[in-house]
Nanobody
Framework: VQLQASGGGLVQAGGSLRLSCAASGRPISRCTMAWFRQAPGKEREFVVGIRWSGSTAYADSVKGRFTISEHVTKNPVYLQMNNLKPEDTAVYYC?????????WGQGTEVTVSS
């Protein structure tokens, strides 16, 4: 699976962005799709994931603000980010997990100014 993330940029606190993760190479309908992020000087952390069944998991820090789209019938996968905060500043990566491997996109940078 090849993943292409896009949609990052500079936004003021309280603003919104929608990230996109376009997959190619094989169907992703049975994959677990997820977004991770890595802030400067910090380790990569989980943001949100969605199984092919539609069940989701969100990091506590983004609950109620971020929403991941389903991917069984749609590609790309979107991450809608609302009410952004300066602490959301990071490079965001999408991933696709199969039983045998995890695939990663190249990352898209999000900067939230206060």
């Amino acid at each position: 699976v090849q993943l292409q993330a896009s949609g990052g940029g500079l936004v003021q606190a309280g603003g919104s962005l929608r990230l996109s993760c376009a997959a190619s190479g094989r169907p992703i309908s049975r994959c677990t799709m997820a977004w991770f992020r890595q802030a400067p000087g910090k380790e990569r952390e989980f943001v949100v994931g969605i199984r092919w069944s539609g069940s989701t998991a969100y990091a506590d820090s983004v609950k109620g603000r971020f929403t991941i789209s389903e991917h069984v019938t749609k590609n790309p996968v979107y991450l809608q980010m609302n009410n952004l905060k300066p602490e959301d500043t990071a490079v965001y990566y999408c991933s696709a997990e199969t039983p045998n491997k995890v695939y990663w996109g190249q990352g898209t940078e999000v900067t939230v100014s206060s």
